[in-house]
């Protein structure tokens, strides 16, 4: 495993009530969870770089309010990056790229998933509350 240092004012542990090492273990997890919700990273991934369990990641996303339809938006574009490919021979589009494309060309792209979506809403006991 790689060890970083950085420095930070003295302040810093203070003023969020935290010792040295529970705000590295806590920095982890925020940086994580942000990397897990840009699609930069797998949940997988992103627990491994948070150093906890899946279950533990899981708990963590809850707290960090982080939408629990992360991991479906980001299967469903990878099924349309594999659509495009296979018709396109396009590369994969990360989130990021799809959200700097023109709108019409988003579109394009999201299209074949606004119904099944909508269908999930209306059907799926979870979602329902929304």
Known sequence: MTSISINLPEN????IHKQPNEFVQEMRIAAAIKWYELGAVSRLQAAEIAGLSCSEFNDAVSRYQ???LADEVLEEMEVVNRHNL???TQTKLSLQEIAALPIEERHKLLVPFIAATAEDFCNDPELMEF
């Open 12 to 15: 810093v542990f203070s003023d």
């Open 66 to 68: 982080v939408s629990p």
């Open 86 to 88: 296979e018709c396109n």
